[in-house]
């Protein structure tokens, strides 16, 4: 299974563009790049996932170089709201949580 | 509205007894799954269903039993076998698995307590 590596917290302010970057150097051919966001008390919600290059939706974006050894997720002018926990997941069969990124955005 | 609920919110047990944690899906996914969160911690299989009738250990199987008799059902049964209970615990549902192009929808969850 690829072991992935976050950064354990990171703070930001309100309006910010905040990317958290991923590491996993054992990534196998057919595993997709997923993350996640959990709030406390809750169970985790799916944000965003890429295969290569580069991924887009309503909430963020996902960056993958060529050689998807990493990934990196964008979130474009967070809010307080987004103070969360986020996970990278890499796998196919089987995916495996870290501990993940706590995020706190502040006023 | 699909999605998937966990039942009850929190839940308490006294020692030596068995409980059982409902998870009940409605997006007609083939493959469900039980976590186990503890405090600062990620997330850690317990259990997985790939279709009904079939169920494969996690990696910390020990001290829980599950049932797949409906698709949308997969009860987690944690027992008196279980040393530390206490936990935030998770139910998911994907397509199907093993696609890894397919995430995982996750209820709200259960906490369990022992008192």
């Known amino acids: 299974l690829a072991k992935t590596t976050q950064p354990i917290s990171m703070d930001s302010y309100e309006g910010q563009e905040v990317n958290i970057t991923c590491s996993h150097n054992?990534?196998?051919?057919?595993?997709?790049i997923t993350w996640y966001q959990q709030f406390p008390s809750q169970g985790p919600r799916f944000i965003i996932q890429?295969?290569?290059t580069k991924v887009t939706n309503e909430v963020a974006s996902l960056f993958i170089p060529a050689d998807r050894k990493s990934s990196t997720l964008s979130l474009p002018r967070v809010s307080l709201s987004d103070t969360a926990v986020y996970y990278c997941l890499v796998g196919f069969q089987k995916l495996v949580f870290g501990t993940g990124t706590r995020l706190l955005v502040s006023p | 509205d699909g999605g998937i609920t966990q039942s009850p919110k929190y839940l308490f047990r006294k020692e030596g007894q068995n409980v059982t944690l409902s998870c009940e899906q409605n997006?007609?996914?083939?493959?469900m799954y039980w976590y186990r969160q503890d405090p600062g911690q990620g997330l850690r299989l317990i259990y997985y269903?790939?279709?009904?009738?079939?169920?494969q250990k996690g990696d910390i199987a020990e001290g829980y039993s599950v049932s797949r008799e409906k698709k949308e059902s997969f009860p987690l049964t944690v027992t008196s076998a279980q040393k530390n209970p206490t936990a935030f615990y998770l139910c998911a549902s994907s397509i199907k698995q093993g696609s890894g192009n397919q995430p995982q929808h996750f209820g709200d969850g259960t906490r369990l307590s022992i008192l």
């Open positions: 269903s790939q279709i009904v009738n079939d169920f």
């Open positions: 997006l007609n996914h083939d493959a």
């Open positions: 890429g295969y290569k």
């Open positions: 054992n990534i196998a051919t057919n595993d997709y």
